[in-house]
């Protein structure tokens, strides 16, 4: 998996994004790939994404209450994408204001267990419900305890 490290923090995660009105989904997808990694369309391929809408919650010492608008947490589509194009193509100073200022590739449930705590629940709902794409025969076992710690 592409994991990438907040520009000035030691804090990983997947790149994300809002979706503008007018976008859909896969629109957003596509732009805030550009924008966060560098990659083009034609560097990646859909695999599948969720069949609904993930969400999670800020800790409410982190809202920015003077924030406009107000933030209390998100609602995010996942996609599962494969790199066909080049690892070159990854250029993380794309836009003035990078996100990521490096990244590597992770065994696929290492993002579950060390992103942000409060993100945790919603990255293992979502690469459980994407495993199968990757993993028809079933998943590891080590996947069955965390989705059950994540549930709880």
């Given at each position: 998996?592409?994991?990438?490290?907040?520009?000035?923090?030691?804090?990983?995660?997947?790149?994300?994004?809002?979706?503008?009105?007018?976008?859909?989904?896969?629109?957003?997808?596509?732009?805030?790939?550009?924008?966060?990694?560098?990659?083009?369309?034609?560097?990646?391929?859909?695999?599948?994404?969720?069949?609904?809408?993930?969400?999670?919650?800020?800790?409410?010492?982190?809202?920015?209450?003077?924030?406009?608008?107000?933030?209390?947490?998100?609602?995010?589509?996942?996609?599962?994408?494969?790199?066909?194009?080049?690892e070159m193509h990854v250029r993380l100073d794309i836009?003035?204001?990078?996100?990521?200022?490096?990244?590597?590739?992770?065994?696929?449930?290492?993002?579950?267990?060390?992103?942000?705590?409060?993100?945790?629940?919603?990255?293992?709902?979502?690469?459980?419900?994407?495993?199968?794409?990757?993993?028809?025969?079933?998943?590891?076992?080590?996947?069955?305890?965390?989705?059950?710690?994540?549930?709880?």
């Amino acid at each position: 998996m592409f994991w990438a490290k907040r520009i000035g923090q030691d804090s990983w995660q997947f790149p994300q994004g809002g979706i503008r009105e007018s976008e859909s989904p896969e629109e957003a997808l596509y732009r805030e790939l550009r924008e966060e990694t560098g990659l083009q369309p034609e560097h990646v391929e859909i695999i599948g994404c969720t069949r609904k809408w993930l969400r999670y919650r800020l800790p409410k010492h982190l809202i920015r209450r003077r924030a406009r608008p107000l933030c209390i947490g998100q609602k995010q589509r996942w996609f599962l994408l494969r790199l066909v194009g080049d690892e070159m193509h990854v250029r993380l100073d794309i836009t003035t204001t990078p996100e990521f200022d490096g990244w590597c590739w992770v065994d696929y449930w290492r993002p579950a267990r060390e992103v942000v705590f409060f993100k945790r629940q919603v990255y293992a709902r979502a690469l459980q419900e994407l495993a199968p794409l990757l993993f028809p025969d079933g998943m590891p076992e080590d996947v069955a305890s965390l989705t059950e710690r994540g549930s709880r």
